[in-house]
T-cell receptor, first 112, second 116 residues
Framework: DAKTTQPNSMESNEEEPVHLPCNHS???????IHWYRQLPSQGPEYVIH???SNVNNRMASLAIAEDRKSSTLILHRATLRDAAVYYC?????????????FGKGTLLTVNP | GAGVSQSPSNKVTEKGKDVELRCDPI?????LYWYRQSLGQGLEFLIY????????KSGLPSDRFSAERTGGSVSTLTIQRTQQEDSAVYLC??????????????FGPGTRLTVL
């Protein structure tokens, strides 16, 4: 899978929007962009995924650059429960795509 | 519904002993995965099962590590002659299938293994 680059950490205030960036300059045309997050002392959980168009779900929004070399996970109103490590992962649409390749992710701190 | 469960939640063992870690996937999920997370690190893929078969064992660190899955359900990860570098959180995940790129993996809470 192609490599992603994320900031090591970010900080936000409660009830404010958070924009978590991810660079994936070597993304291929068949790669999906997935986001997972890991709350303290828990296993990772799925957040959202997309291919080319922006995506929204109940947890977050995903904004994908037109050239697909970067994306941004948007939490519209951060809560204390959103404090976690956020992972941006590329998954190939073809071939062996069963394993998730995790980097170190972005540690999000939410201040009350 | 019930999620992925793992047992034990914590395991402390002495160097050289064998340990078994158990994973109960979500009912009906055919794919099962094991990952390892060392302190302050990202997750490292170990092995995945499709049904009872393990097409990819390439992530297992050494021949001291083995895993099996029976009845297309429960999986056991066994570490023989444990070493201190085996200390980590071992995470299990399951998904309905592996053929879909959008297939979500559902993770259990993990087993924290400490080798003294």
């Amino acid at each position: 899978d192609a490599k992603t680059t994320q900031p090591n950490s970010m900080e936000s205030n409660e009830e404010e929007p958070v924009h978590l960036p991810c660079n994936h300059s070597t993304i291929s045309g068949t790669d999906y962009i997935h986001w997972y997050r890991q709350l303290p002392s828990q296993g990772p959980e799925y957040v959202i995924h997309g291919l080319t168009s922006n995506v929204n779900n109940r947890m977050a929004s995903l904004a994908i650059a037109e050239d697909r070399k970067s994306s941004t996970l948007i939490l519209h109103r951060a809560t204390l429960r959103d404090a976690a490590v956020y992972y941006c992962i590329l998954r190939d649409r073809i071939g062996s795509n069963y394993k998730l390749t995790f980097g170190k992710g972005t540690l999000l701190t939410v201040n009350p | 519904g019930a999620g992925v469960s793992q047992s034990p939640s914590n395991k402390v063992t002495e160097k050289g002993k064998d340990v078994e870690l158990r994973c109960d996937p979500i009912s009906g999920h055919t794919a099962l995965y094991w990952y390892r997370q060392s302190l302050g690190q990202g997750l490292e893929f170990l092995i995945y099962f499709q049904g009872n078969s393990a097409p990819d064992k390439s992530g297992l660190p050494s021949d001291r590590f083995s895993a099996e899955r029976t009845g297309g359900s429960v999986s056991t990860l066994t570490i023989q002659r444990t070493q201190q570098e085996d200390s980590a959180v071992y995470l299990c995940a399951s998904s309905p299938r592996t053929s879909g790129t959008t297939d979500t993996q559902y993770f259990g809470p993990g087993t924290r293994l400490t080798v003294l």
